[in-house]
């Protein structure tokens, strides 16, 4: 795929706060990538750059190959979802959406004829002569694409659409954007700071924290590879085990894990465990690490039971195991003694340091 | 339930506003009444009853002509300031505003200082400038005076929307134009009436600014101020009444305008 978009250490500054260290990221054609991180951590800056409602501090923003950095909002070949949708309260949907098309000077037909098929794409048929105060959330989001869509972008920026719907619609969005992007053909530059909607979305993540890109990647290289302690935690609520690396090895306090060759020895170091990895029982295999541990509470969420776990031999370090449902689980009850295992692979060895 | 306590109270507080209105309209009352009736050792003789002092103003030609100024001099300040107004209040809500505070300042100041300050200054102004005393001077003056009304409303409006709306409209491809023309002046346009009715309210009850600068042209007020030094004739009272007539015509307006505004 070719580059569509391309970031090259661009940094942002307001005073002396850089709220954006110089960040270089490239957008392929057609892809749905998606920038997540918590507030404050540049992720907004970096969609408000490349919209045009802000200026970069240093550093070009090339766009299909041609710098756009001094281009201003009105002549970028691109469109934007905000957040509150921003719809133009004193216009019905159908102007909202032709509003880019009536700009473009297009003659009144073809206006009509593109809002109507752009309104059938996102499922709002029929509401053309609703105004924004007679919409639901979910609809005026739909409204807000279509007018994002109608004029045929190469790219979409997407600023946390979905932050205001309640928890179903919102599942329900996620997928219905997912299919959308995959049906028009168009790049998705999306920005959000829920886990869960990206990986359930995206082609690519990119993981920000204060200012600066931890990570890139697709969903499962995070999920399963975290590239640092900031990720492993964001990124689905690993445990996260501190120790030293001696002898090619993570020593902690309930085990030895093999570490990769580039930790030096004697430096600090960390495993990062997936809380689905833990298990509880006696069917040891020769690679786990096992070893005692008091049930500290246990949460039942359906599907899932969450199990919260104190190590005899650390007892400071708290381990979540979050197993399937069943009977043997549900009777646990705090105070009792139960055998951990955890597979050595399992584990993901990082330094304790952030690169 | 009220307890007996508190309906006496109550009692109290209605007389207690009763009273205020009888003190503030029962002039404004009699003036309307004399323009009506004659009124001779303290009786009233209602079998004089007549509207005549009315018709006696449609042909009186000075009034007819101060009546013609005053609307000329509030209609043209009145647009004149609502253009610089809406131009001002663009430019301060602007993120990038330089002078802010300076620019407040310079549209609350003519308003908030006493009249006569105001209206000696311009006076000086005008004289040093080589605008002689008459209808432009007045124009501008009321210009200044009323220009800080408007000016709040439309501040106010365009505080209230969200920053995302222009971004929307410059990210869909328009211009700053027509941003303003498709998105912001709609918005506005509310405010803007409201404002410039408040304004034309304004300019129409002017006295003391206008006194120095009109010179031998009169405005409404003035015209009135003239008659009474002379003497005090029905024809005044009526006179009277027809500026307090407009004037309430014109805060109906306004409160029925802000309040539907504070509606929605």
Redesign the interface.
Known sequence: MTVLLELDAVSKSYGATEVLRPTSLEVKDGEFLTILGPSGSGKTTILRLV???ARPTAGRIRFDGADVTNV?????PF??V???Y?????MNVARNVG??L???RRPKREIENRVAETLEVVGLSGMLDRYPSQLSGGQRQRVALA?ALV?DPRLILLDEPLAALDAGLRRQMQLFLKSLQRQVRTTFLFVTHDQEEATTMSDRIVVMNVGHIEQIGTPRDIYYAPASRFVAEFFGDNNILGGTISDGRLQCALGAFPAPPALVEGSAALAAIRPEKVRLGTAAEPADIVFTAAVIDVVFAGAITQVLLRPNASPEAIITAKLTSGAAIGSLAPDASVEVRIAREDAVILPAASP | MATRGERIFDIFLWLLAGLVFVVLYAPVAISALFSIVEVRRGDILWETATLEWYARLWQNQSIMDAIRLTLVVGATSVVLSAMLAVALALYVTREDALGRRFIELAVYLPFLLPPIVTGLALLMFFSQVGVSRGAVAVIIGHGAFVLAVIYRLVVTRLQSL?A??V?????????RW?TFR??LW??IAPAVVTGSILALALSFDETLITSFLAGNEMTLPIRLWAMMRVGFTPEINALVTVVLLVSIALTIVIGLRLRAGGRE
Not at chain 1, 72 to 76: A, D, F, I, Q, Y
Not at chain 1, 86 to 90: D, K, N, R, V, W
Not at chain 2, 167 to 175: K, N, P, V
């Open positions: 919209g045009g409602f201003p909002t009105h002549k970028r469109n934007t905000f957040q509150d921003a719809l133009f309260p004193h509003y880019g009536m700009l473009r007018r004029c | 969200p995302s709306l971004e929307a409209s410059s990210d869909l491809g328009a211009t027509q498709h998105v709609p918005q």
